[in-house]
């Protein structure tokens, strides 16, 4: 059956059209016209871009009913998101005339259970965390991956910083050979040498159009006021639907969750210390409106996909940039709009000249008489800002602000990055003069 000029099966058509989509995502489309050229696919896509659908929908599209050997199998970082997957896999599953067999296998359940059942019969797709996968398949060899004709690494760059390279580098092995897709939101360069290793001259896909996220940036300046007060005259002004508040750290979190409930706001709470079990609680609690608001550290940002949040808060802004565009994704998901509002000091003037330098076009506010009013006094400085260069680019993302703040500093930042773009300008000059010899 065509469905937006693709020839898809008619049960995932019924099922996508179940799901409301009226149209395939830029990142859906990319891979789908891609896939056809039968190359194995890199693919950077921002969170709440698609990118689940985008290779879910082939694989279910090649799938054979008939064949009861594994046919694809995909990585998750995290059990939350394993879970997830696992969960749009199966209503995609329950729409086929035939029974498609998929199997989750995370960390925290029964394992010798799961191995005397995969002794009588292998799972069709397999979606599984890297630890667990490894164990079942190449220390315990009774979940026979090697016949799968597809591997996916879902958030492949959060896999590998997570201490999960040795693990999934086993099960690559054995597939190899296979069609490979490895997704992710950005693509640092520690993960490049794992990706040439498996994936021979890839199709890369870099999808870096914002358009598809409908979010809101509003930036709030504390203004040397109370960082917990400022939150609560916030939490006045706006009623969520579901809002997540990000801290950098689980302490943070915490005494942050507390302080809240103190106050009457009944709060859920998710941070490392948490078992799956207790992170799975809390989301289903989420699910069902027990509570608006979740504090959250940004194990959250990347393996947690909660449908419905309208807000995000970024009670403390975080360090590295990428995960303020993770946390941002967190809402205005797909056809959905989202507010992510800030709070900052003049410390973080560098910060945001990077976001906008980025493509990230807050506004800015200020809470005063029970409201929200514009802010002229960033947006006036941000006017005089001169768009950087690809030299003070690169100098930026090579020296960032220091953990540790003292007087002067961001003049020395300055100084010493302006050094740097001025070398990395003539260096570049002389490579280019060595290639026209």
Request: proline share 4%; hydrophobic share 35%; glycine share 6%.
């Amino acid at each position: 059956m065509q469905f937006q000029g693709y020839e898809l099966k008619d049960f995932i058509v019924k099922a996508i059209k179940d799901l409301g989509f009226k149209d395939f995502s830029t990142v859906q489309k990319d891979v789908f016209n891609s896939l056809k050229e039968n190359k194995n696919l890199l693919v950077r896509s921002k969170t709440g871009s698609g990118k689940t659908h985008a290779f879910l929908i082939p694989i279910f599209n090649a799938l054979d009913p008939a064949d009861q050997r594994v046919q694809a199998v995909i990585i998750s970082p995290t059990t939350e998101l394993a879970r997830q997957t696992y969960k749009v896999c199966q209503h995609m599953a329950s729409f086929s005339p035939n029974t498609i067999s998929v199997r989750l296998y995370v960390g925290g359940t029964d394992k010798i259970r799961e191995m005397n059942t995969l002794k009588n019969s292998q799972p069709q797709i397999v979606i599984a965390t890297p630890g667990r996968l490894k164990d079942l398949v190449v220390d315990e060899n009774v979940l026979k991956a090697y016949t799968a004709d597809t591997l996916v690494v879902d958030e492949v760059d959060m896999c590998l910083d997570s201490g999960y390279a040795e693990a999934i580098d086993a099960v690559a092995a054995i597939l190899k050979d296979k069609k490979m897709m490895f997704f992710s939101a950005t693509m640092a360069e520690t993960v490049l040498p794992f990706i040439k290793k498996y994936l021979d001259n890839p199709k890369m896909i870099d999808i870096k159009d914002n358009s598809e996220l409908n979010i809101t940036h509003i930036w709030i300046p504390l203004k040397h006021r109370d960082r917990f007060e400022m939150l609560q005259n916030l939490l006045a002004l706006i009623n969520p639907y579901l809002c997540i508040i990000f801290c950098n750290k689980k302490e943070t979190v915490i005494s942050l969750a507390n302080a809240l409930r103190n106050k009457g706001i009944p709060v859920g709470e998710i941070h490392g210390d948490l078992s799956p079990r207790e992170r799975k609680r809390v989301l289903k609690e989420a699910q069902d409106l027990k509570y608006q608001y979740i504090v959250a550290s940004d194990l959250a940002a990347r393996g947690i996909d909660l449908d419905g949040v309208s807000h995000v808060i970024n009670y403390e802004i975080p360090k590295d940039f990428e995960f303020y565009i993770h946390r941002s994704g967190r809402t205005g998901r797909m056809n959905y709009t989202g507010e992510v509002y800030s709070f900052y000091t003049e410390l973080d003037d560098l910060y945001l000249d990077n976001l906008a330098n980025k493509g990230v076009k807050p506004v800015y506010k200020v809470i005063k008489e029970g409201s929200l009013e514009d802010y002229k006094g960033r947006n006036a400085r941000e006017k005089r800002i001169k768009p950087l260069n690809e030299g003070q680019k690169r100098a930026r993302r090579i020296i960032h602000k220091p953990d540790k703040v003292t007087p002067g500093y961001k003049k020395k930042l300055r100084k010493a990055q302006d050094e740097l773009s001025v070398k990395l300008y003539k260096a570049e000059g002389k490579k280019k003069k060595r290639r026209g010899n």
